[in-house]
């Protein structure tokens, strides 16, 4: 069985005394292809350094997340274009809007947003789409730049079974996450109506832990349950989700994982 965490921060300082054990519980968990959303320049280093040290387990992606949009965000775009023309990466993002922290910059975020779908574009690469409280704009958005030939994740999605066909009819999948496991996430509701072939699996470790350990650091090795969770809510197997879940993630990056 292997599982992939689509969606995970293993770079962030919060790992920084315990990193190999983590990846270790991974491994011994079957969660051995990771897949790292980069946030902005001042964690690309320490994102590289870990692919580096787990070549085929790790894989970078890069952009900068809508929460690191700033004044100097021109800078930072033209760093992640720069990593772009330099290195090998695996997808744009973490990218997209949020209006949850701080909306300071949503002129900016949007700005910032649209130039990450050209480069996904550009490159051919999958998106990473944040969309905490911006569904309907992000949306309107990726309508508005109606683009068939984008591809990607909307991550960390928790949405009605409407707002996920919008999702699906652009062309994204649905990265699932702890929040699945939550008592009474609308999500649970939504699985039944959803095909698993628009499921990815993700853990936004160190963020949002799955029960039992909500609340607590989250790490790749929960994703075995964020899959029974489904598995239950679809009445299949834990092997069938990750198959499913894992041929999706063949899918959406264009090889087999
Ligand atoms: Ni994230």
């Known amino acids: 069985m292997i599982l992939a965490d689509t969606h995970t921060h293993l770079y962030l300082e919060a790992f920084d005394k315990d990193r190999d054990e983590v990846m270790q519980r991974a491994m011994d968990a079957g ?9 902005d320049s001042t964690s690309v280093g320490s994102m590289l350094a870990l692919c580096e040290r787990y070549p085929k387990n790790c894989y970078p992606m890069v952009g900068l997340h809508p929460t690191s949009v700033k004044e100097n965000y021109k800078d930072e775009l033209a760093k992640v274009e ?7 990466y ?10 949850y922290w701080d909306k300071t910059y949503i002129i900016e975020q949007e700005f910032v947003f649209r130039h990450h779908v050209d480069l996904a574009r550009a490159y051919n690469l999958p998106l990473i789409v944040h969309i905490r409280e911006s569904f309907n704009e992000v949306i309107r958005l ?3 730049i109606n683009k068939p030939d984008l591809r990607g ?10 707002q996920a066909r919008q999702a699906i009819d652009l062309g994204f999948s649905l990265g699932l996450g702890g929040v699945i496991t939550f008592k009474n996430n609308r999500m649970q509701e939504t699985l039944k109506h959803i095909d698993m072939k628009h499921l990815v699996l993700e853990t936004d470790a160190p963020f949002l ?29 834990i092997e069938e989700v990750a198959s499913a879940t894992t041929a999706n993630v063949s899918r959406l990056f264009g090889f087999t994982i």
């Open 31 to 39: 969660v051995t292809r990771l897949f790292l959303p980069n946030v």
């Open 82 to 88: 720069s990593c772009l023309i330099e290195g090998k």
């Open 90 to 99: 695996y997808g744009i993002g973490e990218c997209g809007l949020d209006y």
């Open 142 to 144: 990726l309508k508005d």
């Open 153 to 162: 994740i909307f991550h960390c999605f928790s949405g009605s079974t409407e």
């Open 209 to 237: 832990a799955p029960v039992p350990y909500r609340g607590k650091r989250n790490e790749p090795a929960y994703v075995p349950l964020i899959a029974q969770k489904v598995a239950e809510i679809k009445q299949v197997s």
